[in-house]
């Protein structure tokens, strides 16, 4: 698998580098000490790059021949149904606020990581409502910072 593992870190290379271009562009002020948007793009980009560098390296390595990987229909169409609730998350964030719209999508990602199997209702959402709340105090008490309001209402 070298030529895809090679096309595969490239890709991701490149991908890191337009978000950290694009996050430099990110203008903001503050008065307060808090970390600014910034934070998570550059943490995201450098993790895309050095992902990418790992499979370029690993793939030089591989003794593995080229093969032909079947793809799945199902588990294609669920990474794009992700995707598709991160880019609606974005949108809904701006609008409703973080505290509407994080519980949600987070129950979503539960429903569709739990599989049919191992669905339990209440557990997608305590899961949900406690990881919002970690996130809110991470990002209240011990960054200082503050989550986005709806601009809706």
């Known amino acids: ?3 895809t593992d090679r096309i595969t870190s490239l890709v991701l290379i490149g991908l890191g580098l337009i978000v950290a271009g694009m996050t430099s562009q990110i203008t903001y002020t503050s008065f307060t000490d808090d ?19 790992a499979i370029f390296l690993r793939a030089g390595r591989s003794e593995i021949a080229e093969e032909t990987i079947p793809v799945d229909r199902p588990q294609l ?7 598709a609730l991160l880019a609606l998350y974005a949108l809904a964030m701006k609008l409703f606020g973080f505290y509407a719209v994080t519980p949600l999508l987070l129950f979503a990602f539960y429903w569709l990581i739990a599989g049919p199997k191992r669905r339990v209702l209440w557990r997608g959402v305590v899961l949900s409502l406690a990881a919002t709340g970690a996130v809110y105090l991470l990002f209240t008490l011990g960054l200082g910072s503050y989550l986005p309001e709806a601009s809706i209402f």
């Open 1 to 3: 698998m070298q030529r």
């Open 77 to 83: 169409l669920r990474g794009g149904l992700f995707f």
């Open 35 to 53: 970390p600014g948007p910034r934070l998570f793009p550059y943490f995201g980009a450098a993790v895309l790059i050095l992902s990418g560098i």
